[in-house]
């Protein structure tokens, strides 16, 4: 576990990665139907700085409501009204798990590490959008504003492990409909668990996406020989007489893995995405922020 | 005990276990080396493969080779091998070791300690035990006692408590002390000897074969003892005798003499020959140094008898002065005696008193003068001190002129001679440079040492021979002759400075030194009395001077030579600090004779160099270190050392790859660099021109103009500089074929006949330099004939892009660019200019060429005194200044274009605003 101090550091990279691109507004169609108020028009009347319609004055409205110029073009009254703006709430799940804080070589960063970051970014550029967020898992309630960025940050870098098996994707939790959930972890769960999570998401309406971040040595497994092999999250160990003979096997392994999680991502309509940690940073924000900008409906 | 050769085994059977070997090799065979251990994420996608490969881990070859080697080397380690091993004893009784500690065993003692040493490892190993005995004595009194049958490792302890004594050893002693040892059964005899033929050694022997089997042990010939005999003083020189018992072999070794607060004084090479068995060594040195040597021995050979302690007697050479009781006191300057004092003192022993006083004790060199002469009496006991060996030195004076005695090398003419007195025509005489045979040769003589008077010598047959220094016309100066062993000398002017200033100068001080030097030392003692020398200082076996042990006794002084070296005199120092005897071993070792035969039955062998050397703990050491290596490879092995050492194999090719890249590219660094030198030098030029103002030339290729083109322009920088803000740099030649123009705001063009066209790239060039505003002064440099003879100008400019020309017009921009300028001349005066007509040009209508006829550089030229190079004419040195003055202009005009032909419109423009 890395010190406090290396911890607050990342923070410090996430505002630097983030910086360097504009407010990510997500591109919702929908939006969590939450009262809050945001930037994503909802097409019809209601609280709101766009301008929606005029329409004539009847009775019971509030006078405040009368637009004078232009009721002062003709002979009636008229009323302002204004686009009904709610804001878009992303869910973020930097994984947590034993198994992301791990790293093949000293030049390369944890897993776990890179998965805060890209979460931090990412949360920094929304809620300068002004969308809320939070993080799944804390059941807090999303939240926006500059107070917002401190908080999450708080709850990203410094969240206790969770609780339950570890390693395992996060327990279900309900989400409004029409929220976007982000993943952001290795993903290394059987299959059959990411895809029951993902579709149970996917059934409540809501919209996701997969961000696999994996060390390059879990891509290519690079050792040779003898050697032993132990799990981080206790699921044994298991000793390889010679790796040079199941490399290739196990990189088809991997490759299956990858395409199988694409395929779960692909059946509910949702992005995926690989992240290898020798990879920057910046890449794989600006992958995730086109994606989310354009997220197809 | 098991031996093979050079290596035996004290616990052979430690040795079966190597018969364990084949099965440590299988065991470690099947024993795959602990797998490298990783911590892995992914592993559960491992935990669905399927193993293909399924032949079992087997430990590499070389571990398997490296652990067996520990096995054997441990196991070698345990049995106990000895290196090298000595030969286990014959005899079945304890051991008997018959240690030699006088002086002659002392300088290979080390020798013997280490072979008692093994001795008693083998005894303790075979489990017997040790009699010690020693041969020298301890103390006078008490006889020599063998030691009880000891442990050997109390054997030891007796014997590393053994010193050598500093005096022989006593056989009769040691025979007695042999016959007191009783054994059950036939010892192993062993007898370090010394080496050295004694009294008493039939009985020795006997009693030694008494008590079993003898086995002797003598030193080597270049380790024997060596004897120094006692020394004495012939001429300059110390000799001393240096004497070895076997003179078979050449030795080669190194006398050191020392002086009394241990400083080194000298050093002589001894070289024995083969069958020298003495040689006779001489140390050569100065008075004054040989004096203090208190101390010689034998470089690295530390031994009683290889050390000579020096006394006073060496170094006495009394001189008498005989002087009248009464000296003039009143009058110390005039006196012989006074000079005569201050030039002996320093480096001899003076006396002084009548002539019968002095000869009471022996003296080396009695000093006569002239003021004292001897009576009759007093003659007699003089010639028979010098007969006997003393050197008698004599002074002239008026009384030896007057009258003269026997006691004179020659005869002597009675009178003196004066050189420069009142009535004479000689002037005082410097002396002649001595001769080489003469005792004062290598003296420098000083020019101003003048003898006014002497007595003279009767010219003799032999006269030659006698004189020792002679004066410049050669009248002798002194003589000298043999008169039985000793000489009489005489110096033919007084020793005070009424006949000569001799005795002012330095000289008379070395020649009185040389002719002490010629005396004999006093050999024996001098005192009167016999007394009692208490011991100050003694040498312990090794030659070190220490306290004196307690049995040591004081000697009577006449005793002194004869004297029998042993525990009650040790050699050393006698007596107290005023008057010091040394008593040196030689005293009574007069000779050393070599061991001589044994009778059959012992065995001689020589103090062996190689001893046995216990293997053990060297095998054990190199076991545990492999032992330590192999852990290493096996955490290597596990991969705890990954993050740093990459695994055999690919990687290291890699790194190796690697490293021989970065070597290879420090390497070529040097060349990078010195590339990029030479190209930011050829680059200078336009770095300097974009930094300031550089005027340039085109060089012409003809020597003379391109000099006189550049000291134009430093010409006309000067001016520029001292006139305007333009301050240009040194001048810069230019070849438009190969050198870039664009920094330079204004070229200087010479035509010459011999000037080739620019080629393609140089038209280029020029183009693009006047295209984009650079400015070419074309100097057709011939009077008169302008453009009419421009030939070569055309010839030169036929590729350019040159404007239609005009002759400048009288309110051209140039006329008052700078100075309202009329006309530009140059060294000529008479020839108009061309520029592009002014509807031609483009720029605003600045003219991109000028050209003219009048050669300023010529006229701006100036030498390193800043004076004009050439003359001008017909205005001289007003034309000269407005040749400046027309450069100054040209500049100002590629400088500022036609910026001084809006001016023109100032007043126009005035009147437009005051409206």
């Known amino acids: ?297 | 005990m098991l031996s093979l050769g050079l290596v035996a085994f004290t616990a052979p059977w430690i040795l079966a276990a190597l018969a364990a070997l084949p099965i440590i090799w299988w065991l470690l065979r099947v024993t795959p080396p602990a797998p490298r251990l990783v911590r892995f994420p992914a592993i559960r996608l491992l935990f669905r493969l399927r193993e293909k490969e399924d032949t079992p881990a087997k430990t590499p070859w070389w571990l398997l080779l490296l652990r067996l080697l520990v096995v054997t080397l441990a196991i070698l380690g345990l049995s106990q091998p000895l290196w090298n091993p000595g030969g286990a004893f014959t005899a079945s009784g304890p051991l008997v070791l018959v240690v030699d500690n006088g002086w002659a065993a002392a300088a290979n003692w080390d020798k013997r300690r280490t072979l008692v040493a093994d001795m008693i490892e083998k005894a303790e190993r075979e489990k017997r035990q040790v009699v010690l005995v020693h041969t020298a004595r301890k103390s006078a009194s008490a006889p020599i006692e063998p030691s009880r049958l000891l442990r050997p490792a109390d054997a030891k302890a007796l014997f590393q408590a053994m010193v050598p004594e500093p005096w022989p050893v006593d056989r009769k002693a040691a025979t007695e002390a042999l016959r007191k040892v009783s054994l059950d059964a036939r010892a192993n005899v062993v007898w370090l000897s010394d080496g050295i033929e004694s009294a008493d050694q039939e009985p020795f022997l006997a009693a030694l074969r008494r008590l079993g089997t003898v086995a002797v042990q003598v030193d080597p010939a270049e380790a024997q003892p060596l004897l120094l005999h006692a020394p004495r003083l012939a001429g300059e020189s110390i000799v001393f005798r240096v004497e070895r018992p076997d003179g078979e072999r050449p030795a080669a070794y190194s006398a050191r003499a020392f002086a009394d607060d241990g400083r080194g004084i000298a050093r002589q090479r001894i070289d024995f020959r083969p069958g020298e068995k003495s040689i006779e060594a001489s140390l050569r040195l100065p008075t004054e140094l040989r004096n203090r040597i208190a101390r010689i021995d034998i470089e690295r050979h530390a031994s009683a008898g290889a050390v000579l302690l020096l006394d006073e007697r060496l170094r006495r050479r009394p001189v008498g002065l005989v002087a009248p009781t009464a000296q003039g006191g009143s009058q110390p300057l005039l006196s012989d005696i006074y000079y005569l004092d201050r030039a002996l003192a320093p480096f001899s022993e003076l006396r002084r008193g009548s002539v019968a006083e002095l000869l009471q004790r022996p003296i080396s060199v009695v000093v006569l003068t002239d003021t004292a002469p001897a009576s009759a009496e007093e003659q007699t006991q003089l010639k028979r001190w010098i007969n006997e060996g003393g050197v008698l030195i004599r002074f002239a004076g008026p009384l030896l002129a007057e009258a003269s005695d026997e006691l004179v090398p020659v005869p002597i003419r009675t009178g003196d001679r004066n050189f420069g007195g009142a009535l004479s025509w000689t002037k005082p005489l410097p002396l002649a440079n001595f001769d080489q045979n003469s005792p004062f040769a290598g003296l420098a003589v000083p020019k101003e040492v003048t003898i006014n008077r002497q007595v003279l010598a009767e010219p003799t047959v032999d006269l030659q021979k006698k004189t020792w220094a002679r004066l410049e016309d050669g009248t002798p100066l002194v003589t000298a002759d043999r008169r039985g062993k000793g000489m009489v000398v005489l110096v033919h002017t007084t020793a005070n400075p009424d006949w000569s200033n001799l005795p002012l100068s330095g000289l008379f001080v070395e020649m009185l030194r040389r002719m002490v030097e010629l005396s004999h030392g006093v050999a024996a003692g001098g005192e009167d009395r016999p007394q009692s020398l208490a011991p100050h200082q003694t040498l312990d076996g090794f030659g070190r001077l220490g306290t004196p042990p307690p049995s040591a006794l004081a000697i009577e002084s006449s005793m002194l030579d004869k004297v029998a070296i042993g525990p009650q005199h040790p050699p050393g120092l006698y007596g107290d600090a005023a008057s010091r005897r040394g008593l040196n071993l030689s005293v009574s070792v007069t000779s050393v004779r070599p061991l001589g035969d044994l009778p059959s039955g012992m065995e001689k062998s020589v103090y062996r160099d190689s001893t046995e050397v216990d293997l053990k703990p060297w095998l054990l050491a190199a076991a545990l270190a492999l032992l330590l290596f192999d852990l290493f490879l096996s955490f290597f092995l596990r991969g705890l050392f990954i993050r740093r050492i990459p695994g055999p194999g690919p990687h290291a090719a890699a790194k190796a790859a690697a490293v021989a890249l970065a070597l290879a590219f420090v390497a070529g660094v040097p060349a990078d660099g010195a590339a990029q030198t030479r190209s930011t030098e050829s680059r200078d030029p336009a770095i300097r021109a974009t930094k300031e103002t550089v005027l340039a030339y085109v060089l012409t290729g003809d020597g003379e103009t391109d000099r006189v083109s550049r000291a134009a322009l430093i010409g006309l920088g000067r001016i520029l500089t001292e006139r305007t803000s333009v301050e240009p740099a040194q001048p810069q030649g230019v070849n438009p074929n190969t050198d870039e123009l664009a920094f330079y705001p204004v070229i200087y063009w010479p035509v010459t006949a011999s000037q080739a066209a620019p080629t393609r790239e140089g038209v280029n060039r020029l183009q693009s330099y006047l295209r984009n505003g650079g400015m070419i002064i074309f100097d057709v440099r011939n009077q008169g004939s302008a453009m009419e003879d421009a030939g070569h100008l055309r010839r030169i400019v036929a590729g350019l892009n040159i404007p239609a020309l005009q002759r400048m017009p009288d309110d051209h921009v140039l006329t008052r660019a700078y100075y309202l300028l009329p006309r530009f001349p140059g060294r000529f005066a008479s020839n108009p200019i061309w520029v592009a007509r002014a509807d031609q040009a483009a720029k605003d209508g600045v003219s991109p060429v000028i050209i003219g006829s009048n050669d300023w550089a010529a006229a701006w030229a100036v030498d390193e005194r800043g004076r004009g190079m050439f003359p001008v004419t017909p205005g001289g040195e007003v034309q000269r200044e407005y040749a400046y003055r027309a450069g100054v202009n040209m500049v100002m005009y590629a400088l500022s274009g036609n910026y001084k032909a809006d001016q023109v419109h100032i007043p126009t423009i005035l009147k437009r605003l005051g409206q």
């Open chain 1, 1 to 297: 576990m890395a010190t406090t101090e290396t911890r607050v550091h990342l923070r410090q990279e996430a505002e630097l990665a983030a910086a360097r691109l504009p407010p990510l507004m997500v591109a919702a169609e929908r939006v969590a139907a939450t009262v809050q108020q945001g930037v994503h028009g909802r097409r019809r009347v209601g609280m709101g700085e766009a301008f929606w319609q005029f329409r004539r004055y009847e009775a019971g409205d509030s006078v405040r409501k009368i637009d004078w110029r232009q009721s002062a073009k003709t002979d009636k009254l008229f009323i302002r009204e204004t686009e009904w703006a709610a804001a878009q709430s992303v869910w973020l799940w930097p994984d947590p798990s034993p198994s992301m804080q791990w790293r093949s070589k000293r030049s390369l960063p944890e897993k776990r590490d890179r998965a805060d970051l890209i979460a931090l970014a990412l949360s920094s550029l929304l809620v300068r959008a002004g969308e809320r967020v939070a993080v799944l898992g804390t059941g807090e309630r999303p939240i926006s504003g500059k107070v917002a960025l401190d908080r999450l940050a708080q709850r990203i870098l410094f969240r206790s492990k969770p609780a339950g098996k570890p390693g395992d994707l996060p327990a279900f939790e309900p989400l409004p409909r029409y929220a976007t959930l982000i993943f952001i972890g290795d993903l290394l769960a059987p299959l059959e668990e990411t895809d029951r999570l993902v579709r149970r998401y996917a059934a409540a309406g809501v919209r996701g996406y997969l961000f696999h971040i994996l060390d390059p040595a879990e891509q290519s497994l690079p050792y040779a020989g003898r050697t032993r092999f132990e799990g981080l999250e206790q699921e044994g160990h298991l000793l390889v007489k010679r790796v040079e003979t199941v490399r290739d096997e196990y990189k088809a392994k991997m490759t299956e893995h990858q395409a199988g999680l694409a395929d779960i991502a692909r059946a509910v309509g949702w992005n995926y995405a690989l992240h290898l940690t020798d990879q920057a940073p910046e890449a794989a924000l600006l992958r995730l922020y086109v994606n989310l900008a354009q997220l197809p409906g």
